[in-house]
């Protein structure tokens, strides 16, 4: 991204919108409870000739999803994982998608289940039902699926639809389905039970859904921006329409963020001022407050379009508050855009990863990138440094930092503050930090 300029006027600018901030509590960091990873609780080897490591392994911000995901249902503890593999039994290369579930109490195998497409066609929710897209023919034509497992790899439902559709797998444990016309979208959210509650037509295509929100890419806007209408999807009415740069699409974080209390963020890149800005917006759409995220670095890896870079600033929600992370430095803000704290962390030998959790925690840490960790499975000692923060206010509840690390950034997932797991491509592996 290219050099802020005018950074002090637009922050003047933007003075009048801003909600006087609470007393913060402003700390560094640099402390660790634990110098050296305890003994896993278990380990496990992935079959012969599979790997755990695909390319985009937890490679940018996706919000909650880290993998191994944990459900912990009554007596059906289990970790999801995928497995990848090369397949030249047939004399072709041929990819083949799998996934992988794992008793959490043993770390021994559950089951593996092969995708039935050339692609990774799965999704679990939080309690640890598993969904995946299947086509197959009925008579002389071809029909779309989707299919529900339980933890012990029985079919719980299957939804058959003539079109081909999309599925996301909301934190609340809804399914939204979507199919498309040449115009429009249509969404149908089903419970995590099969049962359908609404289905709804909105103009456009879906570029982001969360609780009850919905983006659409407005195709009748002119071609020289990126027009993202949100809608109410119980209500059907649009609330909020962010007008973007032409071809906008930021992998860093996603189109808008609802937090808990209803407040809808909506990041809106301001060309003119070369910087991203949060909007607020109370749930009928009436804006509340903006505030500018910092100045992005200037060594993008992605290039200089816009935000990115996942080593750029970017926020994400926590319940009803959010977060913005500006390199190694986090900032926490409550619904109505104060100030609660900020940390920052000086002894990350990187930058920081961030996970969210379900047990109100947050993870930020690092792993020396000396050696990329797609170059070996194998990896050389180096540092590696990882806090856990109690959502709400920041204060750490663990660490560890330690010198001799044997796993890259992209292998460690946390599943509260003190469960985490280390996977390489050949292993997963299980911690208890007591």
């Known amino acids: 991204m290219k050099r802020i300029t005018k950074r002090t006027f637009l922050i003047t ?5 801003i909600t006087i901030s609470l007393v913060p509590i402003a700390t ?20 012969t000739d599979t790997t755990t490591q695909i390319h985009s392994k937890n490679y940018y911000f996706t919000g909650n999803i880290f993998y191994p995901i944990v459900s912990e249902q009554t007596n059906s503890q289990t970790a999801y994982t995928f497995l990848y593999q090369s397949d030249r039994s047939t004399g072709k290369t041929k990819s083949v998608h799998s996934l992988l579930a794992i008793d959490d109490k043993t770390g021994k195998q559950k089951w593996i289940h092969k995708s039935p497409m050339p692609y990774n066609s799965f999704e679990i929710d939080q309690s640890g039902n598993v969904y995946y897209f299947d086509e197959v ?83 009748d806007a002119p071609r020289n921006t990126t027009t993202i209408d949100i809608y109410s999807i119980p209500t059907g009415k649009k609330i909020i329409s962010a007008v973007q740069p032409q071809d906008h699409v930021n992998i860093v974080h996603a189109d808008f963020e609802v937090l808990s209390g209803g407040t809808v963020i909506v990041p809106i890149y301001d060309a003119k001022m070369e910087v991203e800005t949060l909007h607020g917006y109370k749930p009928n759409g009436e804006h509340k407050w903006i505030r500018p995220l910092p100045k992005p670095a200037q060594n993008a890896v992605f290039g200089t379009t816009y935000a990115h870079n996942m080593y750029d600033s970017l926020y994400v929600s926590l319940g009803n508050n959010y977060l913005i992370q500006e390199k190694n430095k986090l900032s926490l803000y409550n619904t109505n855009n104060q100030l609660i704290a900020t940390k920052t962390f000086t002894d990350l030998p990187a930058q920081g990863l961030l996970q969210r959790l379900n047990d109100q925690s947050i993870v930020f840490g690092a792993v020396d990138k000396t050696q990329a960790w797609y170059d070996s499975s194998k990896p050389e000692p180096k540092k590696a440094a990882y806090y856990i923060l109690d959502s709400n206010t920041l204060k750490i509840k663990n660490s560890f930092v330690i010198d001799d690390a044997l796993f890259h950034q992209a292998d460690v997932r946390f599943h509260d503050a003190n469960t985490f797991y280390i996977q390489m491509s050949e292993t997963i592996a299980k911690y208890i930090l007591e």
């Open 13 to 17: 600018t933007l003075t009048t919108f």
């Open 28 to 47: 560094s960091v640099s402390a660790s409870d634990y110098k050296q990873l305890p003994k896993p609780e278990w380990t496990y080897d992935v079959p």
């Open 137 to 219: 023919n009925s008579g002389n034509k071809k029909v779309y699926q989707l299919i529900s497992l339980d933890s012990n790899n029985k079919p719980r439902w299957v939804k058959t639809f003539k079109e081909h559709f999309q599925f996301n797998i909301l934190e609340d444990g809804r399914i939204a389905v979507i199919t498309f016309t040449k115009d429009t979208s249509v969404i149908t959210l089903y419970t995590k039970e099969g049962k359908p509650l609404i289905k709804r037509e909105f103009p456009g295509h879906v570029r982001h859904i969360q609780g009850n929100y919905v983006g659409l890419l407005n195709s």
